[in-house]
């Protein structure tokens, strides 16, 4: 088990937790790594687009990162995201931020449909390249599901799917409850509308990462999920960074807020120790 103590983040970090902490992170972080195509379209909605930050220096052999935001299905915009794309972009790598339909214009499962139509799009922009899931809270069942709905999300997960990064996801360790969520679930999360629910025969690697103070996802979230995914016999493993809340596992992927967390150096490490090869489900 990972961990760091939330004593460590600059004083004006935690001061973030109170105020509109995207639009401050975003207005400091800097923009040289990167060049960045806003709003293109993936589909005829306006929330069906995505920005894409192509690497200033490319990193060789690179996968294609593709980033979804959280915001409980209900809020939550790509725009946001700039200082996570500028975190991955200073490194090498090549990011995409999609946008997806939101309640109350959208319910289960047209979330997983705009995030794999999304996917299908950036694998177009970047052919010849694999794809790393990475998402937060909402975003990171969206990348869960989209791997494991391949019948609803229309990727093609073995050949595209490099790995998948879970930050915070809901999985259905409990099941939905409160509005709008059961309205936005109708199964309450208690079928394979959940990574819990769901069964898969191949997946790439994947890691899912919980904080250990978060109660608006508990962490059971992702311990289930990976002990159900290794019984099954797939690649999949959980860290509980001790001492993170909800948002702390994207907030410190910002350069200026990493309270030296080893979370964004671990997923790099994770993103760079994957299998190479056609078929990223080999085991």
Same mark, same amino acid.
């Given at each position: 088990?990972? !961990?760091?103590?939330?004593?460590?983040?600059?004083?004006?970090? %935690?001061?973030?937790?109170?105020?509109? @902490?995207?639009?401050?992170? /975003?207005?400091?972080?800097?923009?040289?790594?990167?060049?960045?195509?806003? +709003?293109?379209? *993936?589909?005829? !909605?306006? $929330?069906? #687009?995505?920005?894409?930050? $192509?690497?200033?220096?490319?990193?060789?052999? !690179?996968?294609?990162?593709?980033?979804?935001?959280?915001?409980?299905?209900?809020?939550? /915009?790509?725009?946001? *995201?700039?200082?996570?794309?500028?975190?991955? =972009?200073?490194?090498?790598?090549?990011? &995409?931020?999609?946008?997806?339909?939101? *309640?109350?214009? !959208?319910?289960?499962?047209? %979330?997983?449909?705009?995030?794999?139509?999304?996917? +299908? @799009?950036?694998?177009?922009?970047?052919?010849?390249?694999?794809?790393?899931?990475?998402?937060?809270?909402?975003?990171? *069942? +969206?990348?869960?599901?989209?791997?494991?709905?391949?019948?609803?999300?229309?990727?093609?997960?073995?050949?595209?799917?490099?790995?998948? &990064?879970?930050?915070? @996801?809901?999985?259905?360790?409990?099941?939905?409850?409160?509005?709008?969520? #059961? =309205?936005?679930?109708?199964?309450?999360?208690?079928?394979?509308?959940?990574?819990?629910?769901?069964?898969?025969?191949?997946?790439?690697?994947?890691?899912?990462?919980?904080?250990?103070?978060?109660?608006?996802?508990?962490?059971? +979230?992702?311990?289930?999920?990976?002990? $159900?995914?290794?019984?099954?016999?797939?690649?999949?493993?959980?860290?509980?960074?001790?001492? %993170? /809340?909800?948002?702390?596992? &994207?907030?410190?992927?910002?350069?200026?807020?990493?309270?030296?967390?080893?979370?964004?150096?671990?997923?790099? $490490?994770?993103?760079?120790?994957?299998? =190479?090869?056609?078929?990223?489900?080999?085991?």
């Amino acid at each position: 088990m990972k !961990s760091f103590k939330l004593s460590a983040l600059p004083a004006l970090a %935690m001061l973030l937790v109170g105020c509109s @902490a995207a639009g401050v992170l /975003n207005g400091i972080t800097p923009s040289g790594s990167f060049d960045r195509d806003k +709003n293109i379209a *993936y589909g005829d !909605s306006d $929330r069906q #687009t995505m920005d894409v930050y $192509r690497a200033s220096e490319p990193k060789a052999g !690179s996968p294609l990162i593709v980033f979804v935001h959280g915001g409980g299905w209900t809020r939550g /915009n790509k725009g946001m *995201y700039k200082f996570v794309a500028e975190g991955f =972009t200073k490194d090498g790598f090549d990011v &995409v931020v999609p946008n997806y339909r939101i *309640y109350p214009s !959208s319910i289960y499962p047209e %979330m997983i449909v705009d995030t794999g139509a999304a996917v +299908n @799009a950036a694998a177009d922009m970047f052919p010849d390249r694999s794809i790393v899931l990475i998402g937060h809270s909402a975003g990171a *069942y +969206n990348v869960l599901m989209a791997a494991m709905a391949p019948e609803i999300s229309k990727v093609s997960v073995c050949p595209q799917i490099a790995g998948i &990064v879970s930050l915070a @996801a809901p999985t259905g360790a409990y099941p939905m409850t409160d509005a709008p969520y #059961t =309205t936005i679930f109708p199964g309450r999360f208690k079928g394979d509308d959940a990574p819990m629910g769901r069964t898969a025969d191949r997946l790439p690697p994947v890691w899912l990462i919980n904080g250990g103070e978060d109660t608006t996802v508990g962490p059971a +979230n992702a311990t289930l999920l990976a002990e $159900r995914l290794e019984e099954g016999g797939l690649r999949a493993s959980s860290t509980i960074y001790e001492d %993170m /809340n909800h948002i702390d596992p &994207v907030r410190v992927l910002s350069r200026h807020f990493d309270g030296k967390s080893p979370l964004k150096s671990d997923i790099v $490490r994770f993103i760079d120790g994957l299998p =190479t090869g056609t078929d990223h489900c080999a085991l």
